[in-house]
């Protein structure tokens, strides 16, 4: 076996320990690298910035714990910018599994923000359906929710006062893991209620979205942890996201080096192959 | 019974399909009440699917244990696990003085099931989702390799957007988020929108043959 050959049959615990350590390290000691700014990234917070204060925005959380590290952090920054605007916030999940998640981050940054439930926020958990809770929330909302995550009457909630279907809010947010996500909510939704529509996901689903963010389908997009860290960017709150970015630069150029030092490995035994064959 | 099977189905699935079909261009009050009606029920039909998933995964798991099939022991485990957190999810909290009714917070105040939710459920997605990196890598090692042209295109398309995507790769070679933009925004969402139109004309197609009782394989049993 030449060196080569071994070299690529390597123990993958090897591979495991080098990428172990490209995410710890950063971590421990950050460099702090430079984030320049997307213009699908900015598209969001300029439309954010654009409302006037009391506008309504509803931000729709969907996505379980797997997708946490990616979409948590854009939750906070988005939150926090909404709560900053005073925007009245309504916010909800489709996917069972993220209810708690999606309850512990409004009302952390809610709380953080000082602002009262019922009043300046609502949290209106999860309905059953999938595409058919966007079509009836855009036909009545108080249909598709009678109460909010805490049992209160949605018709009763003061931060509602004047919306009655999704035709009255002003900017609907996405943070999708996959299906049910930003797809469904432009084609059962913005299509027919014609509310303006941005989408946030994680980094794997981001390049299949391009072509509704090209097409003005969603006016702008927020990519994975990349994403998360130039919006924290932009409202001047640098947290989670933008810490992890040095993580990411250690993890994405371990796996550079790795393709690299792999194709080196395949083509010197090929060539040697040739030469054993030629001679 | 035929009637009821096979005619009635059909007979449905063309009345409402072709009535819902129209509807979205129809915006008459009467036709707007029509879809609130009716997507309540799509809602409430969906609360039943989470009853016979449930109801599925129990029976799945109770014959396997029954059977003493290889790996019974795991779904020993996802029953207790199940129980637990079923009855986590309806118990009653003496700290909110009422029941729980599947809720992580009652007032602020975290429930016994919004613990198994909190530490349980949200690490234990995280860490499986996490594991991926690694593999990713130790795939990328053993696979990414040039073997013909189209391979070294995806190659080298690869690593200008591993590049581009992260503040390091923009800061040793400037250039490399700009071409990253363009690959996302001109080769990628081209490529996309192709295969978005297929799918969507694949989607008519199909639903033109559910509505028009061409495609039956919905109504199960496979003999007519």
């Avoid at chain 2, 390091?168 to 192709?194: C, F, K, M, Y």
Wanted: hydrophobic letters at 50%; proline letters at 4%; one cysteine or more.
């Amino acid at each position: 076996m030449t060196v080569a050959e071994r070299m690529l049959s390597i123990d993958r615990r090897i591979i495991f320990l080098m990428i172990g350590l490209c995410t710890l390290i950063p971590l421990l000691y950050p460099v702090g690298l430079a984030i320049k700014v997307s213009p699908e990234v900015r598209a969001v917070y300029d439309y954010m910035e654009s409302l006037p204060e009391g506008s309504v925005f509803l931000l729709s959380l969907d996505f379980d714990p797997a997708s946490k590290p990616e979409l948590y952090p854009q939750a906070v920054a988005l939150l926090r910018h909404a709560f900053k605007k005073n925007l009245r916030v309504i916010a909800m999940t489709l996917w069972l599994p993220g209810t708690g998640m999606a309850d512990e981050v409004v009302s952390r940054v809610a709380r953080e923000s000082e602002k009262t439930a019922g009043r300046d926020y609502a949290f209106l958990g999860w309905s059953p359906g999938g595409s058919s809770v966007i079509i009836n929330m855009g036909q009545d909302l108080y249909k598709a929710f009678p109460t909010d995550y805490n049992n209160q009457p949605t018709k009763d909630l003061e931060v509602l006062r004047g919306v009655q279907s999704l035709r009255d809010v002003n900017y609907v947010v996405s943070l999708a893991a996959g299906t049910t996500g930003i797809e469904t909510w432009y084609v059962f939704g913005k299509d027919k209620y014609k509310f303006e529509l941005g989408g946030g996901c994680t980094g794997v689903i981001a390049p299949g979205l391009y072509p509704l963010l090209r097409s003005g389908q969603i006016n702008g997009l927020i990519g994975g942890l990349r994403g998360a860290a130039e919006y924290e960017v932009l409202i001047g709150r640098k947290d989670i996201a933008v810490a992890g970015m040095d993580a990411q630069s250690a993890t994405h150029f371990a796996i550079i080096l790795l393709a690299i030092l792999c194709n080196v490995f395949y083509f010197s035994i090929r060539t040697s192959r040739k030469a054993v064959g030629q001679n | 019974m035929t009637f009821l099977r096979r005619q009635l189905p059909l007979l449905i699935t063309f009345v409402t399909g072709i009535l819902f079909a129209v509807q979205y261009y129809v915006p008459h009050p009467l036709s707007e009440q029509m879809l609130t009606s009716v997507s309540k029920w799509l809602q409430i039909i969906g609360g039943f699917a989470l009853v016979l998933g449930v109801t599925s995964l129990f029976h799945i798991h109770a014959v396997k244990i029954r059977r003493r099939e290889s790996g019974w022991g795991y779904s020993v485990v996802l029953y207790a696990a199940i129980v637990a957190t079923m009855a986590a999810g309806f118990g009653y909290s003496p700290a909110a003085g009422q029941w729980i009714n599947g809720k992580e917070t009652i007032k602020g105040a975290m429930t016994a099931f919004g613990w198994v939710y909190a530490y349980m459920m949200v690490p234990l997605q995280g860490t499986m989702f996490a594991i991926l990196a690694f593999f990713i890598a130790s795939a990328a090692y053993r696979s990414f390799r040039a073997r013909s042209r189209e391979a070294a295109v995806l190659l080298i398309a690869a690593v200008i957007v591993m590049l581009g995507r992260v503040p390091l790769g923009e800061h040793l070679i400037p250039i490399s988020g700009d071409i990253t933009q363009w690959i996302l925004n001109v080769l990628n969402a081209s490529v996309r929108r192709a295969i978005l139109i297929g799918i969507s004309l694949g989607a008519v197609a199909l639903s033109l043959k559910i509505i028009f009782g061409v495609e039956r394989a919905y109504l199960g049993g496979g003999k007519e």
